[in-house]
Structures are given as structure tokens and as C-alpha cells.
């Protein structure tokens, strides 16, 4: 039986203002399915509820869609259980992801909700990113992560990767953000609220 049903699910994304066809929430169901499933024998997510779920991870991850532009070749690091590059699949399918993920067991998931959720163009790389990024052979347009430990090293690493014009995008807290951003201002940042019930903020970076 379903964790939630596909109206369930469209309910809980409403605030965040994400209107998902019926192919694209078939989708995140069994996607839902597989974090679950999967959550009761590793440790993917804290956070255990269903509703929770789609509100805090896919809501706040899908709302990066309408701070910037999705094409090309995005670069998620630290993926975990795939926030947010792997969701954002969701909504940008032509989009080419790249989820990098030091933990083999996570990897095995992001590996099997692609497999079984129809998610083409993803590779999953078990590595650290500053380990895997400094070998790399590969232009991001984008570079997405969720809950990661910002310093400098790792925005080296990333500003290495980013073609001109190209974004790094931060799921993070207010405080985090404004740290972030009095931190390292040799990039200019801008940032806007998943949606008004959300503590998480959409921190969008680019260099000057």
C-alpha cells in the first residue's frame, strides 16, 4: 500500500506552489516509496512522516525551480538521499545530473530510485566531492546541495566546476545564509524563501 496517495502527495506541495502532472507524481510517489522503504534499514532521513517528507524534502527542493533556471549539466553534492538534485528531476527531466555521495549504501539508493523511478541522465558518484572535483572532467551550469558545511575549500572545489554565468544554489537555514554570505563575498548572492511555512531559505550564488 502506498505511503500516500499521488492527491495526497499534490496537497502537501501546495504552499511551495509546485503543480506536478499525474506522470510527475506517479513519479515522486515511487520515489517516496523507495525512501521509506529503504530509511527503515539505513539512515537516509531523520525525518520519518510521510507528509513530512514531501513537504520538507521535495517541497523545498522543487521550489528551487522558481529561483533559477534548470538546464544543462547540474552537479549535486553531498546528495544523501537525493535533496535536491534528484528531485529536481522531477520537475527538469532533460536536466544531466551528476549526485556525488561519499556513502556507498546512499549511492545504492540513488542508484535504485533512478533505476525504478525512470529518472534517465543521472550518474552517482561515490566519492567526496572536493576528492572527486579535483580530477573532474566536467562544466556544471549548476551546482545544487542541502545540510552541507560551506568553507572555502568546498566553494573552491565548486567554483572549479561552474562554467561562466553558472550558480551554486544552497539549501540552508536563515542564519547559515546570512553567515554564508558575510563570509565569502567574493560571490554575489541572493536568496528567497521556499514558501512562507518553510524554516529552509534558496541561497543562489554566482562569481563576481
Known amino acids: ?7 495526497d502527495i499534490a496537497r502537501e506541495l501546495v504552499p511551495f506552489e509546485v503543480e506536478l502532472s499525474a506522470p510527475v507524481l506517479s513519479q515522486l510517489r515511487c520515489y517516496l516509496e523507495l525512501l521509506l522503504r529503504w530509511n527503515e534499514r539505513i539512515n537516509l532521513t531523520g525525518i520519518r512522516d510521510a507528509k513530512t517528507i514531501v513537504r520538507r524534502l521535495f517541497g523545498e527542493s522543487l521550489s528551487i525551480a522558481r529561483a533559477v533556471e534548470l538546464r544543462g549539466c547540474l552537479v549535486d553534492v553531498g546528495s544523501g538521499a537525493g535533496f535536491p538534485g534528484l528531485a529536481l528531476k522531477l520537475v527538469a527531466p532533460d536536466l544531466r545530473v551528476t549526485l556525488v555521495e561519499a556513502r556507498q ?8 530510485v533512478a533505476r525504478q523511478c ?20 566536467l562544466s556544471a551550469s549548476l551546482i545544487t546541495t542541502r545540510a552541507v558545511v560551506m568553507d572555502s575549500r568546498r ?5 572549479k566546476l561552474l562554467v561562466p554565468g553558472g550558480k551554486i544554489v544552497l539549501l540552508t537555514t536563515q542564519e547559515l545564509s546570512h553567515k554564508i554570505q558575510s563570509e565569502h ?10 514558501s512562507p511555512m518553510s524554516k529552509s531559505v534558496i541561497l543562489a550564488g554566482r562569481m563576481q
Open 1 to 7: 500500500m502506498a505511503a500516500l496517495s499521488e492527491s
Open 105 to 112: 549504501k546512499k549511492c545504492a539508493f540513488l542508484k535504485e
Open 118 to 137: 525512470g529518472f534517465g541522465g543521472v550518474a552517482v558518484v561515490a566519492e567526496r566531492f572536493e576528492d572527486w572535483a579535483a580530477k573532474a572532467r
Open 155 to 159: 566553494l573552491g572545489a565548486m567554483k
Open 185 to 194: 563575498n567574493e560571490w554575489s548572492w541572493s536568496s528567497s524563501e521556499t
